[in-house]
């Protein structure tokens, strides 16, 4: 204000000067008696103040206008130099337009700090996240959703037309609110979730994918562990009174009836017959009782444990049983000091399982060899254990994990269910690759 009130005050004086000249002018013509040289050089004198006049005014509006434009522009970089150059009184208005144009460099370097900071959040995410406009331009699309759908760029939804038509659809018609369920063709089931928001004039589409394989193996053991639950139940509460009369019955059979009668061979038959109904009660009783640990999982108690370590001692403690099988095991940990945090005894017992089922998948290979390795990606640790056995069925490796399943002549079929369980419960997975003839990987998400 101080600046323009001193402006004003210098264009009056301007002015009244040029008035002044003017009549000064006026004055020496009369009394002079060449006029016109006076008139000459009374113009000049008028021409002169009156250019000073319009520079001193042009040269604020220049300044206004630069000003002005570098605020449209966003061109904060210039700088208004603080000098005497327009008068001592215009040395505040270049020190408050720099001022301004350092206040509207502090906003865009916060705002692009917080977009850098915001993008740096979405692209490591574990959800994938894309955003397009109504033409299909794809605006944002993070790491997370070019990992699920197996692709390294996305710039049109048109792109997806070869590889992903079903989600091409789902996306193009996917309302506000709702929940679609995709399948890639590596079988992954993603949940699409879309919002819609207008974006200076412009409808953009927000669309969330979510892998929810882990959501569905939970639910699939959950349903597994209640159905146990209800058989076991049932069956011991049958089993158990039919074992009590059979030891009642033997009873008998030994204290009354054996004395009481001549007929040894009859009695004989009785009690083999009751032997064996008794013994095969309790083996039955022994069968549902093994399945306790699968619907009574104790939660894991978390660790920070070295992979190598636990491998290691995996190692010892199968290493006769490998020897003997004529099986070799390599194992490889990067980095070595790789820690990973879970239950010690339960993420012990998941590898003796994979690592006891892959020295059984060989049937006529002489160069038996298992593969412990392990590696960090992403913030996740990831353990593989691999054989180059027999390899699994296509038919067979769809229904390893489900509850007493089991291609083995012995076993209950409880021990890939388990381990699935005891990696869910460690917010993790339990995967498995295999190839008939060449071997199969199995797979420790954590």
Request: charged share 20%.
């Amino acid at each position: 204000m101080i600046g323009l009130r001193h402006f004003s005050i210098v264009i009056m004086i301007r002015i009244i000067v040029i008035v002044l000249s003017v009549v000064a002018i006026t004055w020496l013509a009369n009394k002079h008696t060449n006029e016109m040289l006076v008139y000459v050089l009374g113009t000049i004198f008028i021409f002169i103040q009156g250019s000073l006049l319009y520079n001193y005014v042009t040269n604020v509006n220049r300044k206004l206008t630069y000003f002005l434009e570098s605020v449209r522009y966003s061109d904060f970089t210039i700088n208004f130099r603080s000098d005497n150059k327009m008068g001592r009184t215009f040395k505040e208005l270049n020190q408050q337009f720099n001022e301004v144009l350092h206040a509207f460099r502090q906003a865009r370097a916060e705002k692009e700090a917080n977009l850098q900071y915001l993008n740096t959040i979405v692209q490591h995410i574990g959800t994938g996240l894309i955003t397009f406009d109504s033409n299909g331009q794809v605006n944002l699309i993070n790491n997370a959703a070019l990992r699920m759908l197996g692709i390294y760029r996305l710039h049109q939804l048109s792109e997806l037309k070869d590889k992903h038509p079903r989600l091409y659809e789902l996306l193009s018609t996917l309302d506000s609110g709702v929940r679609e369920l995709y399948r890639t063709p590596s079988d992954q089931p993603l949940a699409l979730q879309g919002a819609a928001i207008q974006l200076r004039g412009m409808w953009v589409r927000i669309v969330v994918l979510q892998n929810i394989q882990t959501e569905l193996q939970q639910q699939e053991v959950e349903s597994w562990q209640n159905l146990t639950r209800v058989l076991r139940h049932e069956i011991m509460n049958s089993m158990t009174p039919i074992v009590s009369l059979v030891g009642t019955m033997r009873l008998i059979v030994n204290e009354d009836i054996e004395k009481s009668t001549s007929d040894l061979e009859a009695v004989n038959d009785l009690k083999e017959a009751l032997y064996t109904l008794e013994k095969r009660s309790k083996g039955m009783m022994q069968f549902v009782n093994a399945y306790r640990d699968f619907t009574t999982l104790p939660k894991p108690v978390f660790a920070n444990l070295s992979v190598a370590e636990l491998l290691q001692e995996v190692i010892q403690l199968l290493q006769t049983d490998l020897t003997v099988s004529g099986v070799l095991w390599k194992i490889s940990v990067k980095p070595d000091t790789l820690t990973v945090k879970a239950d010690a005894s339960q993420i012990q017992q998941v590898l003796i399982n994979l690592v006891k089922n892959a020295s059984e998948s060989f049937s006529t290979q002489t160069n038996r060899l298992i593969t412990l390795s392990a590696y960090q990606t992403d913030n996740t640790t990831i353990i593989d254990v691999a054989d180059n056995g027999d390899g699994i069925e296509p038919e067979a490796i769809e229904n390893i994990f489900i509850p007493f399943y089991t291609t083995k002549k012995t076993g209950s079929g409880i021990g890939l269910s388990l381990s699935r369980q005891i990696l869910q419960q460690h917010n993790g997975q339990l995967n498995v690759s295999s190839e008939v003839g060449k071997g199969s990987v199995f797979t420790l998400i954590i």
